[in-house]
């Protein structure tokens, strides 16, 4: 049974520019969420996937947009990169919107210039 | 509003026992949770508890539960420096929502 797996591990970017992130779900979860780790803190919850559509969001802008796919891999796309947007972005996956917890991958570390 | 809180910092010597507080807000959370996060990876799932029940028990692990007080803490028995990580407590908002604290880290002095 593999985990879940986020690419790339660590990304630069210049602020104004778009990024994509990536996430593969555990074996046998529909379910995908993501989350944005500042230095420091908790994670903040910033969507959720569930069956291909976004089930619910978080306190974040439009900027911020998802994808879920067919195999309920799942994208991040964020556009016009602001400073404050650098933080490490987790990727969770689960069984059914998230009842008893998420699977997390180790993370996007995103650094915006 | 939805906020769980934990104080930031908690340090024990190996063996000793752990015991990381942690409040939330939302009654009607219907689980919640405890996760560990080591250096530069993602969190994992230690435990969770259904919010029917006061206390979970799993190997070295302890969850009670004081809804009244909305109060959660988590019990690490035998502490080891393995053990040495950042505990989060979460809990279940409803549906898609899952609120994390800011974290504790642990630190078990050898």
């Known amino acids: 049974e593999t985990g879940v797996t986020q690419s790339p591990t660590h990304l630069i970017k210049t602020r104004g520019q778009q990024v994509t992130l990536r996430c593969s779900s555990q074996s046998g979860h529909n379910t995908v969420s993501w989350y944005q780790q500042a230095l420091g803190q908790g994670p903040q919850f910033i969507f959720q996937?569930?069956?291909?559509?976004?089930?619910g969001r978080g306190n974040f802008p439009p900027r911020f947009s998802g994808l879920q796919f067919p195999n309920y891999s799942s994208e991040l796309n964020v556009n016009a990169l602001e400073l404050d947007d650098s933080a490490l972005y987790l990727c969770?996956?689960?069984?059914?919107?998230?009842?008893?917890?998420?699977?997390f991958g180790s993370g996007t570390r995103l650094t915006v210039v | 509003g939805e906020d769980v809180e934990q104080s930031l910092f908690l340090s024990v010597r190996e063996g000793d026992s752990s015991v990381i507080n942690c409040t939330y807000t939302d009654s009607s959370s219907t689980y919640l949770y405890w996760y560990k996060q080591e250096p530069g990876a993602g969190l994992q799932l230690l435990t969770y508890?259904?919010?029917?029940?006061d206390m979970k028990q799993d190997q070295r692990l302890t969850v009670l539960l004081n809804k009244k007080d909305k109060h959660l803490s988590l019990r690490i028995a035998d502490t080891q420096t393995g053990d040495s990580a950042i505990y989060f407590c979460?809990?279940?908002?409803?549906?898609?929502?899952?609120?994390f604290g800011a974290g504790t880290r642990l630190f078990v002095k050898a």
């Open positions: 508890i259904f919010s029917n029940m």
């Open positions: 969770a996956s689960s069984e059914e919107q998230g009842a008893r917890g998420y699977t």
């Open positions: 996937y569930y069956r291909e559509e976004e089930n």
């Open positions: 979460a809990e279940d908002t409803g549906g898609f929502k899952t609120i």
